[in-house]
């Protein structure tokens, strides 16, 4: 199991940018799929953006493509999702996890084994 904790969540006004950190402990951080999930009020659990175990691939949700960005430090074992242009609709707990499987790639949220506690982000308009 990997242990991660998420920060840098907070309210900010549509049209402005947060930037969410990811760190990790535990087992090797630099061999697993990250990603970022949101969860808004009364609304499932959805992804939101991906990075695989080398940083070379990304994937998005289309509801985010073009606003936000997911890096990853692997030195510091730290995964970030910047956000842009922020929406109301934006507005969710924000959860970083792990992969289950080494070099995998995915997206669905039974794929992800460790989780983060959650950082909130809401967007006023």
């Known amino acids: 199991q990997v242990q991660l904790v998420e920060s840098g969540g907070g309210l900010v006004q549509a049209g402005g940018s947060l930037r969410l950190s990811c760190a990790a402990s535990g087992r090797t951080f630099s061999i697993y799929t990250m990603g970022w999930f949101r969860q808004a009020p009364g609304k499932e659990r959805e992804f939101a953006a991906g990075?695989?175990?080398?940083?070379?691939?990304?994937f998005y949700a289309d509801s985010v493509k073009g606003r936000f960005t997911i890096s990853r430090d692997n030195a510091k074992n730290t995964v970030y999702l910047q956000m842009n242009s922020l929406k109301p609709e934006d507005t969710a707990v924000y959860y970083c996890?792990?992969?289950?499987?080494?070099?995998?790639?995915?997206?669905?949220?039974?794929?992800?084994?460790?989780w983060g506690q959650g950082t909130q982000v809401t967007v006023s308009s």
């Open positions: 990075l695989n175990w080398n940083g070379g691939n990304t």
């Open positions: 996890a792990a992969h289950k499987r080494a070099f995998a790639e995915s997206r669905a949220p039974m794929d992800f084994g460790s």
